[in-house]
């Protein structure tokens, strides 16, 4: 079964924080993502990577970057947190790019 | 325009009814058509995936692809409180890069 495990399940920082959510899985897969998802919005796509040391940005970058310096693990830096940031983060991995993504329970952030 | 289109209900109906979730697309190059069920404050997990058009059917589940009309439906047999969940489309076409999401539907079943 393909796991795909988050640091952590609910995280609470102050604004101004630099904030890391870590994401590892287990299953070789070259794709990972990170989304955010908010009651109304959906799932929005914030960063993706293809390959180690690659990453591609999605619909919503601005504030956030990452790091692949692992095939497994894939990181989302919120370098500045912000109150606007608070949500729901998700990772995710694949295969490829255009199939089926394995997610992860999920990390429930709140900034104050 | 959304490139997917998914109403966000809710929707709540009573236990054993036949559920009909749907999606809508523009994009006429998406081939592969997922659902995903997502319960609260979990991770979205795949229930049923599609490769261009027509049914499959895996339980009391049902998936149908209809590309000429660009619209995916799921169908939920003989419903339980344990299908309440957020279910989400997910379509893609080959060599894409990334998945594009439907907004969610969320579902209550009651008992």
């Known amino acids: 079964d393909v796991k795909v495990t988050q640091s952590s399940r609910y995280l609470v920082k102050r604004t101004g924080e630099k904030v890391f959510l870590e994401c590892v899985q287990d299953m070789d897969h070259e794709n990972m993502f990170w989304y955010r998802q908010d009651p109304g919005l959906g799932l929005r796509l914030i960063y993706f990577s293809y390959d180690v040391k690659m990453k591609e940005k999605g619909d919503i970058p601005e504030g956030y970057s990452v790091s692949r310096e692992k095939k497994e693990r894939f990181s989302l830096i919120l370098e500045s947190a912000s109150t606007n940031q608070t949500s729901m983060y998700l990772c995710?991995?694949?295969?490829?790019?255009?199939?089926?993504?394995?997610f992860g329970p999920g990390t429930r952030l709140t900034v104050t | 325009q959304k490139e997917v289109e998914q109403d966000p209900g809710p929707l709540s109906v009573p236990e054993g009814a036949i559920v009909s979730l749907n999606c809508t697309y523009s994009n006429s190059a998406f081939q592969y058509f997922m659902w995903y069920r997502q319960y609260s404050r979990k991770g979205p997990e795949l229930l049923m995936y599609t490769y261009s058009s027509g049914n499959k059917e895996d339980g009391r589940f049902t998936a149908q692809v209809d590309k000429s009309s660009k619209y995916i439906s799921l169908f939920i047999r003989d419903s339980q409180p344990s299908d309440s969940a957020t279910y989400l489309c997910?379509?893609?076409?080959?060599?894409?890069?990334?998945?594009?999401f439907g907004q969610g539907t969320r579902l209550t079943i009651n008992p």
């Open positions: 995710a991995s694949s295969w490829a790019s255009f199939d089926e993504q394995y």
């Open positions: 997910a379509m893609s076409a080959a060599g894409a890069q990334k998945l594009v």
